[in-house]
C-alpha cells in the first residue's frame, strides 16, 4: 500500500516522516501510539503485528 493512501490516518509526525520525508520531524511527546494492526504479504501471507509503549506494557 502506498503511503498516501494512509494520509488520513496518519498523525502530522506520521504524515512529516512517511509523507514528506523530512529528517526535522517532531515528535510529541504526548504521541500514544499502539494498537493492533493486522493484513497479508502477498496473497498468501497473513501478519499481525502489536504496536505498544513501554508505559502502555506496565502492570
Known amino acids: 500500500m ?3 493512501e494512509l494520509d ?3 498523525s502530522a509526525y ?3 516522516l512517511l509523507l ?3 529528517s ?3 515528535h510529541p511527546g504526548d504521541l500514544e501510539a ?3 494492526y493486522w493484513g ?3 496473497d498468501h501471507y497473513p501478519i499481525t503485528i ?3 509503549t513501554s508505559q502502555s506494557n506496565r502492570p
Open 2 to 4: 502506498p503511503y498516501g
Open 8 to 10: 488520513a490516518d496518519l
Open 14 to 16: 506520521g504524515r512529516c
Open 20 to 22: 514528506e520525508r523530512r
Open 24 to 26: 526535522d520531524c517532531q
Open 34 to 36: 499502539g494498537g493492533v
Open 40 to 42: 497479508k504479504i502477498g
Open 50 to 52: 502489536i504496536i505498544g
